[in-house]
């Protein structure tokens, strides 16, 4: 779907595949890359949430289907998260992300364990070497 929208600027094939940019207000323009296909064209008015393509592969690295979306303000890249940020939400807010959280909490527990683990395997290596040289003293000192 189209964010809040306003003009298409452009639909066409380019190095990012199919493509439909967006013109909204203040400069700030919409980019919508490697569609499957579109379903605008340049010069059409678009509503936010209208249906401007699909997800596809398209564009010169082919790669699994995904979209590529930009932010631009007076044609230069900007970064999209502030202008998107109350329609966003964070990994933590996701059922993988808890997941990757709850995973990574464990690989800590474990890295601890390992670390706790080879400071007793120091601890006990150098009382065997001190119990070795206190041995070695004695059989020294005995005639």
């Known amino acids: 779907p189209a964010s809040v929208a306003q003009r298409v600027k452009r639909s066409r094939v380019g190095a990012g595949g199919l493509m439909v940019i967006i013109e909204h207000a203040h400069g700030l323009s919409s980019a919508y890359m490697h569609l499957s296909d579109y379903t ?30 930009e932010i631009r303000k007076d044609d230069r890249h900007i970064d999209p998260i502030p202008l998107l940020a109350p329609y966003t939400f964070g990994p933590r807010e996701t059922w993988w992300g808890q997941r990757a959280e709850i995973i990574e909490k464990g690989r800590r527990k474990l890295r601890r364990v390992k670390r ?28």
Not at 42 to 66: C, F, L, M, N, P
Not at 120 to 142: C, F, I, N
């Open 116 to 143: 706790w683990r080879d400071r007793q395997a120091k601890r006990a290596r150098s009382a065997a070497e001190q119990a070795a040289q206190k041995a070695k003293a004695k059989l020294a000192e005995s005639p």
């Open 40 to 69: 605008v064209q340049t010069g059409d008015r678009v509503e936010g949430g209208q249906q401007i393509g699909r997800v596809g592969r398209s564009g010169i690295k082919r790669s699994s289907a995904h979209l590529h979306f």
